[in-house]
């Protein structure tokens, strides 16, 4: 079988990278990304495309001729798309589109991996947000996610949205994530500025990881949430990642998301309900964050 992985480099798509590579032994990973990297090196081969657009999408897939898609690559800092929103529509949405297009022509199934902040998250029901409920993005990330979800679902069909929460884990690619900041400021004595109003399903990154591999292999079409099973505030994330490599919880300044420069677009509560992929489809159970937070090392 031959993957075409995007975003391979960034925190989920090398989880993903991990996951494809040790537990499909004979698959072919094939990686679409902007510059060659050591991590994982001669396991995936490598499609290097300097930028992103819908034609790239759309070409590459004809070219690779993947049986599977899973799309992680996006600028996915909600402060980069607002700085740069031509580059946040041409990557998470055009971009997506190709990929749909190219999947459409040849058969291809295809995971869209999207975001909890579809979302804005002023009215979060109890259990948090399940399929039904309908989406009202505010930042250009949110809705260059949700313009993406709406393309991949016209062109392919046999595509499945992914909508993802917060992740963490440990640091395998680029990117350092909230996790890899809260770590750092702890070891350096800094302060950890949390906010104490904002909610989210947070998940083991490598448990998402696995759960998109699973849909991958599966037929099932549509939108689907993927966040963990408890809903905490940033604080409490905060504490529980103190308490667990024995970092001073004393470090952590709560203060409000209405403080933060980006206040505009900061969502207060997108927890998400992940009863339908978790127990009807995959019949999975993600971690906790207290457990969660146990399953790995940090470095
Ligand atoms: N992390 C989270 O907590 C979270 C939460 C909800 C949803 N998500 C979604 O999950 C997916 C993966 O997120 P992540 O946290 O793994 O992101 P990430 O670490 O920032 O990685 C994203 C990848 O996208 C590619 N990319 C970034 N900017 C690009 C640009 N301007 N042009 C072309 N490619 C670009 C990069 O690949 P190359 O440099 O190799 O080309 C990068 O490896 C995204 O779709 C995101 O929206 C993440």
Redesign the pocket.
């Known amino acids: 079988m031959t993957i075409l992985l ?8 090398s989880a993903l990278a991990e996951v494809l590579i040790a537990d499909q032994p004979g698959a072919q990973v094939v990686s679409l ?3 060659s ?1 050591d991590y994982l090196a001669g396991s995936l081969e490598e499609v290097l495309s300097p ?2 657009n819908r034609e790239v999408g759309e070409k590459t897939v004809l070219k690779v001729q993947p049986e599977v898609i899973i ?7 909600s402060a980069e798309c607002e700085r740069n929103q031509d ?1 946040a529509y041409r ?2 949405t055009e ?1 997506s589109w190709g990929l749909a297009e190219g999947a459409h022509s040849v058969g291809a199934r295809m995971i869209h ?5 579809v979302f804005e998250g002023a009215t979060c029901p109890e259990g948090g947000f399940g399929e039904s409920d309908l989406p009202d993005p505010v930042s250009i ?1 949110a809705k260059s ?1 949700l313009a993406a979800e709406e393309k991949v679902v016209e062109t392919c069909s046999n595509a499945a949205i992914c909508r ?4 963490y884990g440990a640091r395998r ?3 350092v ?2 996790l890899g900041w809260m770590i750092h400021n702890f070891k350096s004595q800094r302060p950890v500025p949390l906010y104490f109003d904002e909610w989210r399903t947070p998940a083991f990154v490598d448990e998402v990881a696995s759960a998109l591999k699973a849909l991958s292999l599966r037929q099932e079409t549509g939108i689907f949430h993927l966040g963990g099973p408890e809903r905490v505030s940033r604080v409490e994330f905060g504490r529980l990642v103190a308490d667990r490599y024995g970092f001073s919880a004393g470090l952590i300044k709560e203060k409000s998301r209405h403080e933060s420069e980006s206040a505009g677009f900061r969502a207060e509560d997108v927890s998400l309900n992940s009863t339908l992929l978790c127990e009807s489809v995959l019949q999975i159970f993600l971690s906790s964050p207290e457990r969660g937070l146990s399953l790995f090392e940090i470095s």
């Open positions: 995007t975003g391979a480099t960034g925190y989920l798509g990304t902007r510059r990297h930028e992103m799309h992680c690559a996006a600028v996915a800092s580059e990557v998470n971009f991996v999207s975001t909890d902040l990330y996610k993802i929460c917060l992740l690619g680029t990117k994530g909230p």
